[in-house]
């Protein structure tokens, strides 16, 4: 050990102090344990030709157009790690993170509204839907004893509620059945108005007679007598929704809350009116929302007379 070191003290004395100093450099990154490591850490990263590209993993690109030229000027800075690079902030997801059902989610984009642009395409009686579901959206959203009683049920009514689709039975019912027993005594059947699955919640489809209340304010008569034979054609009549005339905004508002009950198990199942259920749970609406059904209407009647 002594000679060698004598020896290559005296080579090392032969060459010129800039390479000793090189030299001596070397030789403690090689002789120490610590360094070692770190010596073929060195050599490793030095020949690995994909080590520009490791820098990069997990760093966002450039998608500013006017950064383009801050990040070319930049670009060795960049792929050093520096954490001041014009392209250190993370990407943009591609999924657009804001809940569609929120009415005004923060620093997101407005979402589409596809009831809305379904029922556009819908025409004159998609018209008729979209006011009435304003109507309704208004009343859900407000503080009032109506969407308290929805709330009750569902606490984001209101989302749910816009969740909701909409069909035009073009093959329903056109005429009021009349049913005439002995003497003076009718009985009158109108044409059904809407229809819903019982308990279906968010996306359910609320199916609405065209040839109901909804659309219409009087339908033809179809007589039928109680000791049979052959039915008759009679004149027009008035139909209505609960206590409103058919085709208008209170009607609408009405039949749009009373399917969203249907929707949300709020109320029971009224097929085809048996046992005047239907009637009864209309009743059962109008007991929460009536006022709020015709603020609405006085509302639209106001602003149309200004």
Not at 48 to 60: C, E, F, H, M, V
Request: charged share 20%; glycine share 8%.
């Amino acid at each position: 050990m002594v000679s060698y070191r004598s020896g290559r003290e005296k080579v090392m004395s032969s060459v010129p102090r800039s390479i000793l100093a090189v030299a001596v450099v070397l030789v403690s990154n090689f002789s120490g344990t610590e360094a070692f490591p770190q010596a073929i850490n060195f050599i490793r990263h030095a020949a690995d030709p994909l080590t520009l590209a490791k820098s990069d993993l997990g760093r966002a690109y450039c998608t500013d157009p006017s950064a383009s030229e801050v990040h070319a000027l930049h670009a060795p800075t960049a792929a050093g790690g520096e954490a001041d690079s014009p392209c250190d902030t993370p990407p943009v997801p591609r999924v657009n993170p804001c809940n569609p059902a929120s009415l005004a989610p923060i620093g997101c984009a407005v979402t589409r509204d596809v009831v809305q642009e379904s029922l556009t395409a819908m025409g004159k009686p998609g018209q008729k839907i979209m006011r009435a579901r304003e109507r309704v959206l208004e009343i859900l959203q407000s503080g009032n004893a109506c969407s308290a009683w929805f709330r009750e049920k569902d606490p984001n009514s209101a989302s749910t509620f816009r969740t909701l689709n909409y069909a035009v039975d073009h093959q329903g019912e056109e005429v009021v059945h009349v049913l005439r027993d002995t003497g003076p005594q009718y009985t009158y059947r109108d044409p059904y108005v809407a229809k819903v699955g019982q308990d279906t919640g968010a996306f359910a489809t609320i199916t609405l007679n065209g040839g109901g209340a909804f659309f219409h304010v009087q339908a033809t008569t179809l007589v039928f007598s109680k000791e049979g034979g052959l039915s008759t054609l009679g004149g027009p009549r008035l139909i209505n929704v609960g206590p409103y005339a058919g085709d208008t905004v209170a009607a609408q508002t009405l039949v749009l809350l009373h399917e969203f009950g249907h929707v949300l198990n709020l109320l029971p199942v009224d097929f085809d009116n048996e046992n005047g259920k239907s009637m009864q749970n209309t009743a059962e609406v109008l007991r929460f929302c009536r006022p709020e059904v015709e603020s609405k209407v006085r509302r639209s009647t106001f602003s149309a007379t200004r």
